[in-house]
């Protein structure tokens, strides 16, 4: 009991370190890349336990049940689907060993403790999820929009005779056409690559 105490009183009962790009092809999360879709790592966090791949689409989580357990739960979440907020780095103390990014996906918290010798690293991971949740908020707010843009064009055709089928139909098409793209496609941003490219210096 003492032995683990003292372990999280440090900061050492579970930290995690940086892997580099040479190596990614070591660990579990990359088996699980949509490669056939474009997707590659930019980040990626493991422990003892844990692996957190931050990739142009998603977070995987490879989520271990121990240190000792070679069981494996794989999570993914996707950005275009799943926002990023509250993002915070809560740096060491004087004694700690690790410091630690945090932050929610929808309403699922994480808390990743990672070696303080790692802090300029973590820094560019937490610009650019920042800069993802901006971008899924701005996003959410123009489909939000463009919904109500839909109202707004429906109260205006209710005021006038309904034309001909033909023509309904084609006028149907043409708005919902126009809605899913605006609300799939051009409001929804999927690929970070970007975001990635300006903020992450492996």
């Keep these: 009991m003492f032995k683990k105490f003292a372990a999280e009183a440090l900061g050492i009962s579970d930290i995690g370190v940086i892997v580099g790009p040479a190596d990614y092809n070591k660990v579990d999360a990359d088996d699980y890349l949509f490669t056939e ?35 494996r739960s794989i999570k993914r979440y996707e950005y275009a ?14 004694i700690d060993m690790d410091i630690e990014l945090k932050f929610s996906v929808d309403d699922l918290e994480f808390s990743i403790d990672v070696k303080k010798s790692f802090i300029e690293q973590l820094k560019d991971v937490y610009k650019a999820l ?26 205006v055709h209710k005021l006038n005779i309904a034309p001909d089928g033909g023509t309904l139909t084609s006028q149907f098409n043409a708005l919902l056409a126009a809605l899913n793209t605006a609300v799939l496609d051009t409001h929804t941003k999927r690929d970070f690559s970007d975001v990635f490219a300006k903020y992450i210096h492996n």
């Design 37 to 71: 879709d474009g997707e590659k790592i930019f980040f990626l966090i493991k422990s003892k336990k844990d692996e957190y791949c931050f990739t142009n689409l998603a977070l995987i989580h490879v989520d271990g049940d121990s240190a000792v357990s070679s069981k």
């Design 81 to 94: 689907s799943h926002r990023i907020s509250d993002v915070t780095i809560e740096t060491a103390g004087t």
């Design 130 to 155: 920042v800069t993802i949740g901006k971008q899924q908020r701005r996003d959410e707010v123009c489909r939000e929009n463009a919904l109500q843009a839909l109202e707004a064009t429906a109260s």
